[in-house]
């Protein structure tokens, strides 16, 4: 197995970027985007695909009808309406994100049509009520300059956001309709040569490019990268889809470079091979009654639920299933992809068995039915009689075109970094024009506008930062680059509180508190603002605002009053204060004779235990040194 390097395989990558709008209401209807668990409306859809204008379907819209999926849609009517659920026309488009992506468009130096046509993108995985995506092509051309290099922009898109997944259980597939036409910007830039640094490096840039407006929405899920990955004598170009996070990204790219050139490698030893690629109709053979005996615990539930199974022969292909130029890297891993995505469990290959309770003589049976020699391998399927034919001819062009190398295809971006078979790539067909929303005539007075609106640059909003709240660089760009940017200057706007405090806050404890599991999303603002100003007051303690934010996202408080009544939390008036310490000084005499001033230390956690969440730490801090030196003085 050969050691992968990511600077000979000629890596090339193209981003698109897309990032959600933070207006005031949907691309075209007045519904406020707010998420929410609650749904009072529920209905279910079967959607298929239809031929587009030029008489064809789109490849990937005849994989997802494969599916047969039925789909359950919830809407709420506050984020929601007949638009949403397609009983409905769409409104006139939003003003407010019309302007805004003007405004983006010219940041980035792209030139505004004139004219611009709302288009319909068929999209039938259910993401759509309607079957398809309301988009606009905005502009073309333009760039966007990262660390000297100027990266150019293919093209700015205005369109709406898909519906939000909830689940698929079995064949039916479950989306909520809140996230649905929440206006979003596409932006497709120019494919450049480098390593996932230089890629996330870009990503980065063009966040930060869109968060100068202060107009889109943060937080996960608010941004998404497309990326669009091909290497030297690859072949096709794979787009990986629902990258959510830049360090994700730079996972992603570097994991779908080294499949892609594994299968380069996979590509070449078969074209060595007397390895044609053809598949025909008298290599595949119906073995379902031949396995009823097989001992397997996965076949033994295929056939109790009425499954078929079937065996494919590949000719001259035996251990090509199995070879792996790199870690990870094979056929048969791509082919047991393939098949998940018809919503079967997966295939056996040759280079495998036995293995899975699949014994020698099954084997036997497989190789006589199929007629095969030493230098042959096979497939064994199993899946509903509706899905395996789908199945089966997917099959049949993954391994015949295994000798190109990459397929051209989606892939969809896991946690860990890898990719997984999403789809085939969508064609031409599934792009037609839009019949329910005129074209738009932009206007010059527009165009001058979005130039006056340009954002500062990054390094202009930071300089700024840090003069007007006295911040250091580091906490300025912490506090820019986080989802509370509004928040913060909110709080420090409504309260005296150090600005140094609230950033370490938003930035620091409430990140700390995610990654121990718990859910920011609980968190309000309302209940952050709430906070700061209880603080202020010297209603609570600096230490309480952990207390009483770790309750809310731990789901047990909606509220601050609720999260302090079920932490018992109060303060502690300077009289009782006082005493309090007064009385760990005497208690520690021993210990304060030994290490002086030094006590502070182990006094300060023995005052905590009592005082936390009671007392700000820095009183109790001042009044412990305060004591010492008293204790030490009459000593």
Request: proline share 3%.
């Amino acid at each position: 197995m050969a050691e992968f390097a990511i600077k000979d395989v000629g890596l090339k990558v193209g981003l698109e970027i897309h990032q959600q709008l933070d207006t005031n209401k949907k691309l075209f209807c007045n519904c406020v985007p707010i998420e929410s668990d609650e749904y009072t409306i529920t209905f279910q859809r079967k959607l298929r695909a239809v031929k587009s204008e030029l008489g064809k379907y789109d490849p990937a819209a005849l994989f997802e009808k494969s599916k047969s999926k039925i789909i359950a849609y919830y809407a709420n009517p506050q984020s929601s309406c007949l638009v949403e659920q397609d009983e409905e026309p769409p409104h006139c488009l939003d003003n407010d994100a019309k302007e805004l992506v003007f405004v983006i468009a010219t940041s980035l130096n792209s030139k505004i049509f004139s004219e611009i046509y709302p288009m319909r993108k068929t999209v039938i995985d259910g993401s759509n009520t309607t079957g398809f995506q309301r988009t606009m092509l905005i502009s073309q051309g333009g760039h966007i300059e990262v660390e000297g290099e100027k990266v150019g922009v293919q093209s700015i898109c205005l369109e709406e956001d898909a519906a939000k997944l909830l689940g698929d259980k079995e064949n039916i597939r479950k989306y909520s309709l809140d996230r649905l036409g929440i206006p979003l910007v596409e932006i497709a830039l120019d494919p450049v040569d480098g390593n996932p640094q230089k890629i996330k490096k870009i990503a980065f840039s063009l966040g930060r490019l869109l968060r100068s407006t202060k107009k889109v929405t943060r937080g996960i899920g608010s941004i998404r990268q497309d990326v669009n990955v091909s290497v030297r004598d690859g072949g096709g170009v794979v787009e990986v889809k629902g990258v959510q996070q830049l360090d994700q990204l730079e996972k992603v790219v570097e994991f779908e470079a080294k499949r892609q050139h594994g299968l380069v490698k996979i590509g070449e030893k078969l074209m060595k091979l007397d390895f044609d690629g053809i598949i025909g109709s008298d290599d595949i053979f119906d073995i379902t009654e031949n396995w009823k005996d097989c001992n397997s615990k996965i076949i033994k539930k295929a056939l109790k639920d009425k499954s078929v199974i079937k065996a494919i022969k590949i000719k001259n292909f035996s251990g090509m299933f199995s070879y792996s130029p790199y870690e990870g890297v094979r056929l048969g891993k791509e082919i047991g992809q393939l098949v998940k995505f018809y919503g079967i469990g997966g295939v056996f290959h040759s280079d495998e068995l036995p293995n899975y309770g699949i014994e020698d003589n099954d084997i036997e049976i497989v190789k006589n039915i199929l007629k095969t020699s030493d230098k042959d391998g096979f497939l064994v399927i199993a899946a509903p009689a509706s899905k395996i034919q789908f199945a089966i001819d997917s099959i049949r062009d993954r391994i015949s075109g295994a000798r190109i190398g990459v397929p051209t295809e989606t892939r969809l971006a896991t946690q860990t970094g890898e990719t997984v078979f999403l789809r085939p790539r969508p064609g031409a067909s599934r792009m037609y024009p839009e019949t329910d929303v005129p074209p738009i005539l932009v206007t010059d007075e527009e165009i001058a506008m979005a130039k006056k609106n340009i954002p500062k640059s990054w390094d202009e909003s930071i300089s700024e930062l840090e003069q007007k709240y006295e911040l250091n660089k580091q906490l300025s760009e912490q506090i820019f680059d986080s989802r509370y940017l509004e928040l913060f200057e909110e709080i420090t706007k409504k309260t005296k509180i150090n600005p140094t405090f609230v950033v370490s806050v938003l930035c620091s404890l409430i990140t700390n508190l995610e990654r121990d599991g718990l859910n920011s999303k609980l968190l309000k603002k309302t209940e952050i603002t709430k906070s700061f100003q209880l603080l202020e007051d010297e209603k609570i303690a600096k230490e309480s605002i952990e207390i009483i934010f770790k309750n809310i996202m731990a789901g047990k408080a909606e509220t601050v009053e609720d999260a302090m009544k079920n932490t018992k939390i109060e303060t502690v008036n300077d009289l009782d204060l006082e005493r309090i310490i007064e009385g760990i000084v005497e208690t520690n005499n021993e210990m304060i004779k030994n290490q002086k001033e030094r006590a502070v230390g182990p006094l300060m956690g023995i005052a905590m235990k009592e005082l936390r969440g009671k007392a700000s730490g820095e009183k109790v801090n001042s009044l412990l040194l305060k004591g010492i030196k008293k204790k030490l003085e009459i000593a």
